[in-house]
């Protein structure tokens, strides 16, 4: 960026153009017959926001603009790029847009060129522009285009900054579409006769200009179509013909448009008519011609033809119904998965693997899809320094697609590149944040031909792909982190005390991190002991770091000998001077089984529950204090606890009886009541049973700690 003013800042806006002229349209239109542009948009940067804002756009319906009408300066394309970085943005082709910008390449996977220019001058930046050409162009830009590109936007940056010192900064213009008719067409004589000589030829035409909207329809055409030639007139085909309602048909006309190339395809009118369109794109709109087809299967029967146009890859519903699944995606199996039941049945892939590095080598990070997974084994450990398609791919960013066995051997010519049983491979590189992340390896049980544009969607589908893997390899590497703290926090084994026997389970929650501040331990203190269980706010790694703070707290304060109540009271002012915003709950127990009781403090804790050897169960609803961590003034008030022989005390935490739409007094009782026909297990047997109720959930919105205790 420049010294001058930030991007973030711009004149007060009023929408209005000077002298009433339309001066952005004019400088566009101008600007797209200096280089032979086919399309283009001026943005304008929104005045106190980070945001650019299309302003006019030339060539194309803004709906093909649409998901870009506004974007942030910070946004992963290329006129933002290039308003942020004040220097030109050029991509030569559909393949390089799928690697460099895959949000622009899943929505338009079709082939144009692009350069994107700031609209700027040493002090300001006042916006940016993109033109395209349709069709691939040389990777670099040509000098020419560069140079009269850069003139125009100069000098359109001098008029806005111009207006904008007058106090009259420009503002959106109506769109600039299409060219007046040709002359030989506009008189009369030349009108009746074209219409004349539509009349005659044996099959539909109809026009479309460049929103879609039908301009023209011949008899024929409304014949075939099945349509009166009033209702087809000005209207979108796949908005009156129902049978045409399917993306895939729209997609087609998007495709004409764009890359300015001829395509086709062949729809069936109900009950049973297939009809074939061709579709003729120019600067101004579509021609169509209509015929009949033949049957679906003597199509299929015929095979592909010499100089047929590759069908569709994927439809558009499909890319956004994969970009969708993608977001819910939360680790590395899920992303696996999620490749495996949204692409690969539309591309007919039978099998997927995805490939990750690690210490220098390859590792697969999961696969589907192969028959015997013991041939994926290929991949994993090979070194980043060999070379092997899913290496090159990770390493340098370019897909690579091998139609048959024989070509993957001509470049590779080594048989361990990849695993057998498969007939031809697309390897996409996954690229995230301007890194690669991993490969993404597509094998398909026949030989596979692979057109451009079916590269060009497959590679941008990898974007997409890649994103989710950075955020599931994030997720996952946390996941495991908190697993490892988690563990490190609660006790590996309960120790053995005199007169009690005791076990402990712990159930993580199944949403976020799956780790909480849930947690028990049993203190040994000689003659007596100690138990204690307790639950801190949150699910997070705070939480658990702050859940091993109290429970070494507690530990101290046991081994230096105080009550109850005043353990209880030491660790609310601990937690409070560690100046920590979470609460937590507590419950201490100081066992005597000598003596056959026990004295308990609560600190806003669940109260226990007591079994007695004839199988009553009483819930020990005794006095306490308020959560540790509210109040440093607060006093526990302590009670005693019968504990005679055959007693079981059981300590919980609340998500073993909390759970939504569930009211918490009938939870208790139930808990109670499998207690009283379960209380006679031993302990052990009896925890897995209380706990496995609720580890049998599929969701638990909290994590749970059970302790038992049980005189001897």
Known sequence: MSDGQPPGQAAPAARAEPDGEPLLSLALTAMLDAVQAH??????????EPVLEMAVMAGMPRAFAAPWERVGLNAPIPVAEAARERHMVWVGGEEEMARRYPRIAVVLPYPFALAALPLATDDALYGAVFVTWPGARSAEPPEQVRRRLTEACDRLARQLERAARRGRPLGPE??????????????????????????????????????????????????????????????????????????????????????????????MRPPGTWL????????????????????????????????????????????????????????????VQLVADELAPAIGSQAVVLLGSRAGRLHVLGHRGYPDPHVVERFDGTPLTEATPGVQALTTGVPAFFASQRELERL???????????????????????????????????PHPFPADERAVLTSLGGLIAQALERALLYDVKHQLAHGLQEALLPHSLPSLPGIDAAARYLPATRGMEIGGDFYDLVPSPPLAAAVIGD??????????????????????????????????????????????????????????????????????????????????????????PLLGIDPAAVYA????????????????????????????????E???????????????LADRLIGHYAAGEQRIDDVALLLLRAR
């Open 39 to 48: 399309s283009g948009a001026v943005y304008l940067l929104t005045p106190g």
């Open 174 to 267: 109506p769109d600039v579409l299409g060219t007046p008719a040709p002359e030989a067409l506009t008189g009369a004589l030349g009108a009746s006769e074209a219409a004349r000589m539509v009349a005659r030829l044996p099959y539909g035409l109809c026009s479309l200009d460049l929103n879609g909207r039908i301009r023209f329809v011949n008899a024929a055409a409304g014949e075939l179509l099945g349509a009166d030639v009033g209702t087809l007139l000005g209207a979108q085909p796949w908005s009156v013909l129902p049978w045409l309602r399917d993306p895939m048909y729209e997609d087609r006309y998007r495709a004409a448009l764009i890359s300015q190339h001829v395509t086709s395809f062949v729809a």
């Open 276 to 335: 074939s369109f061709r579709l003729y794109p120019s600067t101004t709109g579509l021609s169509v011609r209509i015929s009949r087809a033949r049957a679906v299967s003597e199509l299929h029967r015929a095979g592909p033809q010499p100089g047929d146009a590759p069908s569709r890859l994927v439809t558009i519903s499909q890319v956004l119904s994969l970009a969708g699944a993608l977001t819910e995606a939360v680790g590395v199996q899920d992303v």
């Open 412 to 446: 590779y010519p080594s048989r361990n590149t990849t695993p057998d049983g498969f007939a031809s491979w697309a390897y996409l590189p996954l690229i995230a944040s301007g890194r690669p992340v991993g490969t993404c390896v597509l094998a398909y049980a026949e």
């Open 536 to 625: 801190v706010q949150g699910h997070n790694v705070t939480a658990a770091g702050l859940m091993g703070q109290i429970r070494t707290a507690v530990r101290a304060y046991t081994a230096v000998g105080h009550s109850p109540g005043e353990v209880m009271g030491a660790t609310n002012r601990l937690l409070i001077d560690l100046g920590s915003e979470l609460f937590a709950s507590c419950l201490y127990l100081r066992l005597d089984p000598g003596r056959g009781r026990a004295v308990m403090a609560r600190a806003g804790h669940p109260p226990p529950l007591l079994r007695r050897p004839d199988g009553r169960v009483k819930v020990l609803d005794r006095a306490g204090g």
């Open 638 to 669: 302590t009670t005693e606890v019968e504990l005679g022989p055959g007693a079981l005390l059981v300590l919980y935490t609340d998500g073993l009886i909390e759970s939504p739409g569930v009211d918490i007094e009938d939870a208790l009782a």
């Open 671 to 685: 808990l109670c009541e499998r207690l009283a026909g379960w209380g006679r297990l031993p302990v052990d047997e």
